[in-house]
């Protein structure tokens, strides 16, 4: 705080004693409230190993990304960090003061950087971990943009033409005696539903939505829809295959950064959403406090890829740990963005036959009604 105030050219006229905020709101009366995006922290991860490698101080690296930072929520929290180690603190606590923007990982590894006296290769390892999960969420965000797009679009188009468009066209048909065919029938009772119960069936299902959301803060619903998902043909083993990529990055970082082994669990047992295998690893963890091997424990739950448990028996057996979770951690990441295109390729020309489906019955049942009265005329 003082340094802030001095790096301002300000001096205090008088100081008031404040209660202590709640850090776990993600900030303090100098800090910014909210955190960061991930691109932010993966640039300003970068920045800092890449001046802290050059052989710049932390003080003064952090003052050079503050000072040339074009976004003022980053160069407030960077100011933040900086005012906390200028008062004697260390790097690892000033990050601490902001979890919503430093997660454990970030923490745990630099506090191993410093105590081991390689902070600037422990931030380069930090920067490329990163950078490698924004490149991640990026590359699945924009796989998976485009078919969400197509599949609102398609589902409007349809709602549309029910709605819409097939009663004013069959309803010419009305005046006639004739009876119109079941296709006919059929699809003028779809239309007349959403024409009357459509915004109510939307919010029926908005609110089935929230509804769900709330059960999923019931630890024991949420676990048990995660071992549900795990079980699904697909979508169960991209979770998976998703999950232990991330875990076996975060493990990987903090191997190699220093941290020790039940810490290194601990914390990279965090980034794993899915419920189950978030347990099986609390599980091994508490077996490897007992003196068994870290492949054997993960093993016993079943719930891990027989590839990433073998990789990190050799690891094991080879005293190469770090590198051989970098390496499972390389093919579990292959893997999931091989399913997710594989997925997505599927996918595409499957709405593209449901949609020609859809329309082709729209179209019968339009035009039956006008072949009938054909043959009725001839």
Do not use: C
């Amino acid at each position: 705080m003082r340094q802030q105030l001095r790096d301002q050219g300000l001096s205090p006229l008088s100081v008031t004693e404040a209660r202590e905020r709640d850090q776990r709101g993600g900030g303090t009366a100098i800090g910014p409230r909210r955190g960061i995006s991930g691109a932010d922290l993966a640039l300003f991860s970068r920045q800092l190993a890449t001046l802290v490698q050059s052989g710049m101080p932390v003080e003064e690296a952090l003052r050079a990304i503050a000072r040339y930072s074009e976004k003022a929520r980053l160069q407030k929290l960077v100011l933040a960090v900086r005012a906390r180690v200028v008062e004697g603190h260390s790097l690892a606590a000033g990050f601490a003061e902001f979890p919503r923007t430093f997660p454990e990982i970030y923490v745990a590894t630099v506090r191993a950087g410093e105590q081991s006296g390689r902070l600037g290769g422990v931030l380069e390892r930090l920067a490329d971990y990163t950078e490698e999960r924004q490149d991640t969420r990026g590359s699945v965000t924009a796989a998976l943009a485009y078919p969400i797009i197509l599949t609102v679009a398609a589902l409007a188009i349809v709602i549309a033409l029910l709605a819409y468009v097939v009663p004013q066209v069959v309803g010419v048909f009305d005046t006639l005696d004739a009876e119109l065919p079941l296709l006919t029938q059929g699809l003028l009772a779809l239309s007349g539903f959403l024409r009357d119960w459509g915004p109510l069936t939307l919010l029926i299902l908005i609110g089935a939505v929230i509804g769900f959301r709330l059960a999923l803060r019931s630890p024991g619903f949420r676990y048990r829809f995660h071992a549900l998902m795990l079980r699904a043909p697909v979508i169960g083993r991209l979770l998976r295959d998703a999950d232990t990529g991330r875990f076996a990055r975060t493990l990987s970082i903090l191997a190699s950064s220093g941290v020790p082994v039940l810490e290194a669990l601990s914390i990279a047992s965090t980034v794993i959403g899915n419920r189950p295998l978030r347990h099986a690893v609390e599980r091994a963890a508490a077996q490897v406090r007992e003196g068994a091997a870290l492949s054997r424990s993960l093993e016993t739950s079943g719930r891990f890829p027989p590839m990433f448990l073998h990789l990190i028996a050799i690891g094991e057996e080879s005293g190469q740990l770090d590198s051989m979770l970098h390496r499972a951690a390389d093919y579990q990441e292959r893997a999931t963005k091989t399913t997710i295109s594989l997925l997505v390729n599927i996918f595409e020309p499957v709405l593209i036959l449901v949609m020609g489906v859809v329309v082709l019955l729209i179209v019968l049942a339009i035009l039956l009604p006008i072949f009938e009265l054909n043959q009725l005329v001839g």
